[in-house]
Structure formats: structure tokens, C-alpha cells
């Protein structure tokens, strides 16, 4: 069975950084689009971003461009989204996705980021 499992976040002060990872397990990790959602309360799910196979692309929802990186190590089935200059509005509960094609789609928990002084 699939699982994704995210790790790294936690309560951070405005202007700090953290490093969330998601390491999938009993998947071929490579074939896979990789993505980090969140979910803030009260709101709906948005896209963070996006990394392709092989980390041939990536893209960014406009409220994280130039602060927040996603990168991947499919040697490790491993994808991380390396978050800096954190903001309140970035409080949220991050979420990692597995896609492929149309038919493979895939969650993690999810991992609470708190971005608070």
C-alpha cells in the first residue's frame, strides 16, 4: 500500500525557516509528479508547489514564489520543500501528493506548519 508520510513541521517565529520532508514508500517514486498542498483553517486546500519527474519542472503558487523551494531525491523517494522568510499567512496544515496520470493520486497526514512570535 502507498504511503506518503511528511515530517519537519512545527512552530516557527515570522522570518524563520523550516524544512518539510515526504518519503514515499511501495511506489515507483520516479514515475511520479510530486506536489505540497496546505490547508489553513477555515480555507480550502491550494497548491504550493510542484516538482516533475526526474525534477525536470517545477512551479509555485504565487503567495510562496521566491521564499519556498521543492526539490526531490529519488534515490530516497524523498520530496522536501525547503520554506523561508515564514509568515503568519503561511500557518497551515501541509499536505504531500503523489500523482501519476489520472488513475495514481495519492496523500499523505499532512504535517502542522505555525508561523507565530
Known amino acids: 500500500q502507498v504511503q506518503l508520510v511528511e515530517s519537519g513541521g512545527g512552530l516557527v517565529q515570522p522570518g524563520g525557516s523550516l524544512r518539510l520532508s515526504c518519503v514515499a514508500s511501495?511506489?515507483?517514486?520516479?514515475?511520479?509528479?510530486m506536489s505540497w498542498y496546505r490547508q489553513a483553517p477555515g480555507k480550502e486546500r491550494e497548491l504550493v508547489a510542484v516538482i516533475g519527474r526526474a525534477g525536470g519542472s517545477t512551479s509555485y503558487g504565487d503567495s510562496v514564489k521566491g521564499r519556498f523551494t521543492i526539490s526531490r531525491d529519488d534515490n530516497k523517494d524523498t520530496v522536501f520543500l525547503q520554506m523561508n522568510n515564514l509568515q503568519p499567512e503561511d500557518t497551515a496544515v501541509y499536505y504531500c501528493?503523489?500523482?501519476?496520470?489520472?488513475?495514481?493520486?495519492?496523500w499523505g497526514q499532512g504535517t502542522q506548519v505555525t508561523v507565530s512570535s
Open positions: 501528493n503523489a500523482k501519476w496520470g489520472e488513475t495514481w493520486d495519492y
Open positions: 511501495d511506489v515507483t517514486f520516479s514515475w511520479y509528479t
